[in-house]
């Protein structure tokens, strides 16, 4: 379970309910009128603007946000790799491994020595395996890029219905009994639309950006721990490589993410 993704959300309800209480419940939480119309316009544009397949995914990987990254971590990966190491030295080469039973990094270790035992080759090697980690941030950029998209949008609408609210406000100033509500609908849109930008999208947008630049750490630590194995590096040579090169490895892909 991720407790600081919790922790927020937790933190993000809280202060909402501090909020309603304190100003009133009515103009933060229970005009449907502004909620319909910032939730409406944002459905509608997320309709319009991406398919449903990519939606599901966006959600999925926002909820998947809330529990522990099913990878394991940098220094797991090379204990993982160094323990392939001292198997291949010992049983004769990088064939051996090929009768492991490898389910390391929900079967991505197992798809990088099957690669490496059917090709024997690096440079195919990584050309096949890269192939994967490319696909893989690739859905995780699109997935983040559905939380920046609303997040621009929602506070559009929100400014779009406190313009509406306002035109409404105009035309009824003539009638004081009525302008309370006209107001009402102008500021909670405004409200609405900023609560989902700032307390949903931005973060959810960077968290998901952080955990795929970990993956991508992690993925490419395995695929340079399994060429160095496929070169017959002994186990000592390929630990202190994939320490050195992780840092490396990770600044390269948090210039290749897409900002949050």
């Not at 937790?10 to 100003?23: D, E, S």
């Not at 609908?185 to 947008?205: E, H, Q, R």
């Not at 993925?219 to 992780?246: F, Q, R």
Request: charged letters at 15%; hydrophobic letters at 55%; a positive charge.
């Amino acid at each position: 379970m991720n407790g600081t993704a919790w922790l927020g959300a937790l933190g993000t309800v809280a202060l909402l309910v501090f909020a309603a209480a304190h100003y009133g419940a009515q103009l933060l939480l229970a005009n449907g009128v502004a909620l319909l119309f910032v939730v409406g316009g944002i459905a509608a544009s997320c309709l319009l603007g991406f398919p449903l397949s990519r939606l599901a995914s966006a959600l999925r990987r926002a909820w998947a946000l809330f529990f522990a990254a099913g990878l394991p971590t940098e220094q797991e990966a090379v204990q993982e790799i160094l323990r392939l190491a001292r198997i291949a030295q010992s049983q004769g080469g990088l064939l051996a491994l090929a009768r492991e039973n490898l389910t390391f990094a929900d079967g991505f270790l197992m798809r990088a020595v099957l690669a490496a035992v059917s090709t024997g080759d690096a440079q195919e090697t990584r050309h096949m395996v890269e192939r994967e980690i490319r696909k893989r941030r690739i859905q995780a950029e699109e997935d983040a890029n559905v939380f920046r998209t609303v997040g621009v949008l929602s506070p559009m609408f929100g400014l779009l219905g406190t313009l509406l609210g306002m035109i409404r406000l105009m035309s009824i100033m003539q009638n004081p009994a009525q302008a309370g509500p006209a107001m009402a609908v102008a500021l909670a849109s405004a409200f609405f639309g900023i609560c989902v930008a700032n307390f949903v999208c931005v973060p959810v947008a960077g968290h998901m950006r952080l955990r795929a630049i970990e993956e991508l750490v992690i993925l490419d630590t395995l695929l340079e721990g399994v060429l160095d194995l496929l070169s017959s590096k002994p186990p000592a040579y390929i630990s202190v490589h994939l320490t050195g090169t992780a840092e490396r490895r990770r600044e390269q892909a948090r210039a290749q993410a897409v900002p949050a």
